[in-house]
């Protein structure tokens, strides 16, 4: 069987020299090029060791694992946190409760809703929880900014999201107001729900519900007479001289 020279054709693309964690800036001992075949195209690869230099590296990568668009941050970004920060997107932090929360199961990468629970000015005693943002990702759980590779759970009180400048007020002002807790979903769910606050006085409430109707049975009412004869009667007795009388009122 003979194979054609397009076949065996390769081009160099940029990879990493040794296992490299996230947060570094690449230098030019970092990369090196590596043969890939050119009948195998792989978006966001660099064909050029001078593209990557001096960016950071947004994502752990392994030893000869070619580098792509994705992984890496803006050029004098920083590195860290600071370099997996859209342009026009906020890191904003925030205190959950850890104890009837999913903080301890959230890990960077997450999509979370976010809830908050406090008492309107002028209501009273009647508090409400309210889903503020919905659809959130997680960017660090407690200092962590990458998932444990074992997948083991850690208890965290501060979860930093990421969110756009208007979202950033509006959790700073729930955070302000009440008790932030978040609702892990699935990755895969991106849609957005029409909530409406939830208030105590929905969760109880002072008036029973009536029973249900049995059904093809009447309800009977009670005789006119019955009902004369349960009000009370008082008899009064009257002695005029050698003659007596009753009355009743």
Do not use: C
């Amino acid at each position: 069987m003979q194979f054609s020279r397009a076949q065996h054709a390769t081009t160099g693309i940029v990879a990493a020299v040794n296992d490299l964690p996230s947060g570094v800036t690449l230098t030019a001992k970092d990369v090196v090029l590596v043969d890939w075949p050119t009948n195998l195209s792989l978006a966001g690869s660099f064909n050029k060791i001078d593209d990557v230099i001096g960016k950071p590296l947004l994502y752990p990568v392994v030893t000869r694992e070619p580098i792509l668009k994705r992984d890496l941050g803006v050029e004098g970004s920083g590195i860290g946190i600071s370099g997996k920060i859209p342009t026009g997107m906020r890191a904003t932090a925030v205190r959950s409760n850890e104890v009837v929360g999913v903080a301890g199961f959230l890990y960077p990468g997450s999509r979370v809703d976010v809830m908050v629970t406090y008492t309107p000015p002028g209501s009273g005693p009647n508090p409400v929880t309210q889903t503020v943002l919905q659809n959130v990702e997680v960017l660090t759980a407690g200092q962590t900014i990458e998932p444990d590779p074992q997948g083991k759970p850690e208890a965290v009180s501060v979860v930093t999201l990421l969110v756009n400048p208007e979202d950033s007020q509006k959790l700073q002002l729930a955070s302000s107001q009440g008790v932030i807790q978040f609702v892990l979903r699935s990755g895969v769910d991106q849609e957005n729900v029409d909530l409406h606050p939830t208030r105590l006085d929905q969760l109880a409430s002072d008036k029973p519900s009536p029973p249900p109707p049995v059904p093809g049975r009447k309800t009977a009412k009670a005789p006119k007479k019955m009902a004369e004869a349960s009000k009370s009667i008082y008899i009064m007795e009257v002695i005029q001289g050698t003659k007596r009388s009753e009355e009743k009122f």
